[in-house]
């Protein structure tokens, strides 16, 4: 059964003068594996349970399939797949995240999402430069919560690469 998240729009305050709107934004908080990261509210459509999708032949591992939510064919995304975090499991906490990335609508499963919290400009720091499957272009910060750290997500950039291939590209 999909459940409703209240939406509220943040102020927006400009962060280490680089650029980047985040700070005073709602963010939502899931896991993959033992990390927490943060989306960008305002992306999230909906956060439904897991349920078997219809998998599609010669798709990248990652892309689960495609689902029908109301009659839109929705393509799914295992972020721990993606993100090479081991073997995923499905169980009664596993959801699906339905965004909203530019007019398109796409699933992406994670393991959990905990809470929806709003970031000042002094819990947001620029993302280090890492050299790991995940590339840091992808990252637009580290919030930090008393002791949680968020590893915020820019999913619109991630779920619109060409190596996603799932948003189209406007020049």
């Known amino acids: 059964m999909a459940q409703s998240l209240p939406i509220s729009e ?4 400009k962060v280490d003068g680089s650029g980047s709107d985040i ?6 908080a899931f ?12 992306k999230v459509q909906e956060i439904r349970g897991y349920e078997a999708v219809t998998r599609i032949a010669n798709a990248p591992e990652f892309l689960k399939g495609v689902i029908n939510l109301r009659g839109i064919i929705v393509p799914v995304v295992d972020m721990r797949i993606k993100f090479n975090l081991g073997e995923p499991t499905y169980d009664q906490f596993t ?5 909203n990335i530019g007019g398109r609508i796409v ?3 994670v393991d959990s999402v905990s809470d929806v919290t709003t970031l000042l400009p002094e819990q947001v720091r620029p993302a280090p430069e890492m050299g790991t499957t995940f590339s840091s272009d992808f990252l637009i910060g580290l919030g930090t919560l008393e002791e949680r750290m968020l590893i915020l997500v820019d999913i619109d950039k991630l779920m619109s690469s060409p190596e996603m291939g799932l948003v189209d590209h406007q020049a």
Do not use: C, K, P, S
């Open 107 to 109: 699933g992406m499963v």
């Open 95 to 99: 959801v699906v995240i339905i965004l």
């Open 31 to 42: 896991t993959l594996g033992n990390e927490e990261y943060g989306i960008d509210i305002l």
């Open 23 to 28: 700070a005073g934004h709602e963010f939502l």
């Open 10 to 13: 943040g102020n927006t305050t």
